[in-house]
């Protein structure tokens, strides 16, 4: 199946600072999406991208298809940024994801 | 996006038992998803949750362990059965979007002595 990787598997932060999280995928995606995982378990949708560029507030994501990978950028940490991101990927069937390793973030004040 | 909501939202239960969790959406979809997440882990498919039909099971995943029902297009049952203490994890329902996006309930956290 399909391997999904993400970088850096730790990450930490000041309030403020910037970021940019990674996410390498093994083979051709049509669906690619970004999630956070707050410290309660709570899963949110950021991103719906499985190709180019798109914003959110201090969030954006790009998705380069042709060369499997997408980028997930933070802008101006803050506190309530902390959690675990996960790209998650899906093949043929669309709807089906498969999720990458998470990255671990945790903004300092 | 789409409400959901899971119960219980955590239980504790001894080997050998099963434990049904609801998911219950607060519109109509067709796609419905079960996930575990192992501590510390990623997340992991189950199964696919059809409305009116057997659900659709991942590799490593069986429908003697893993009961699912979709009796409509609001609400599924993920029952996990003979449980060990390897089963603890949380399990989370999710749901498709009109965009394709998917939308995750709360989780249930299961923990197995």
């Known amino acids: 199946g399909i391997q999904v990787e993400q970088s850096p598997p730790d990450l930490i932060l000041q309030e403020g600072a910037n970021s940019t999280l990674r996410c390498n995928f093994s083979d051709s995606v049509n669906n690619l999406q970004w999630f956070h995982q707050n410290p309660w378990g709570q899963l949110i949708n950021l991103f719906y991208?499985?190709?180019g560029t798109k914003q959110n507030g201090r969030l954006s994501a790009t998705t380069v298809a042709t060369e499997r990978y997408s980028l997930l950028y933070i802008s101006s940490s803050q506190t309530t940024d902390s959690g675990v991101y996960f790209c998650a990927v899906g093949t043929g069937t669309a709807s089906k994801l498969t999720f990458g390793t998470g990255t671990r973030l945790q903004v300092t004040l | 996006s789409a409400v959901i909501s899971q119960k219980p939202s955590r239980d504790i239960c001894q080997r050998g038992t099963s434990l049904t969790i609801q998911c219950q959406v607060d519109?109509?979809?067709?796609?419905m998803f079960w996930y575990r997440q192992q501590p510390g882990q990623s997340l992991t498919l189950i199964a696919t949750?059809?409305?009116?039909?057997?659900?659709?099971?991942e590799s490593g995943f069986v429908i003697d362990k893993f009961p699912i029902s979709r009796p409509n297009l609001t609400f599924s049952t993920l029952t996990v059965s003979n449980m060990s203490p390897e089963d603890s994890s949380i399990y989370l329902c999710?749901?498709?979007?009109?965009?394709?996006?998917?939308?995750f309930g709360p989780g249930t956290r299961l923990t197995v002595t």
């Open positions: 949750a059809n409305q009116g039909s057997e659900a659709t099971y």
């Open positions: 519109s109509q979809v067709t796609m």
């Open positions: 999710s749901v498709e979007g009109h965009s394709y996006e998917q939308y």
């Open positions: 991208i499985p190709s």
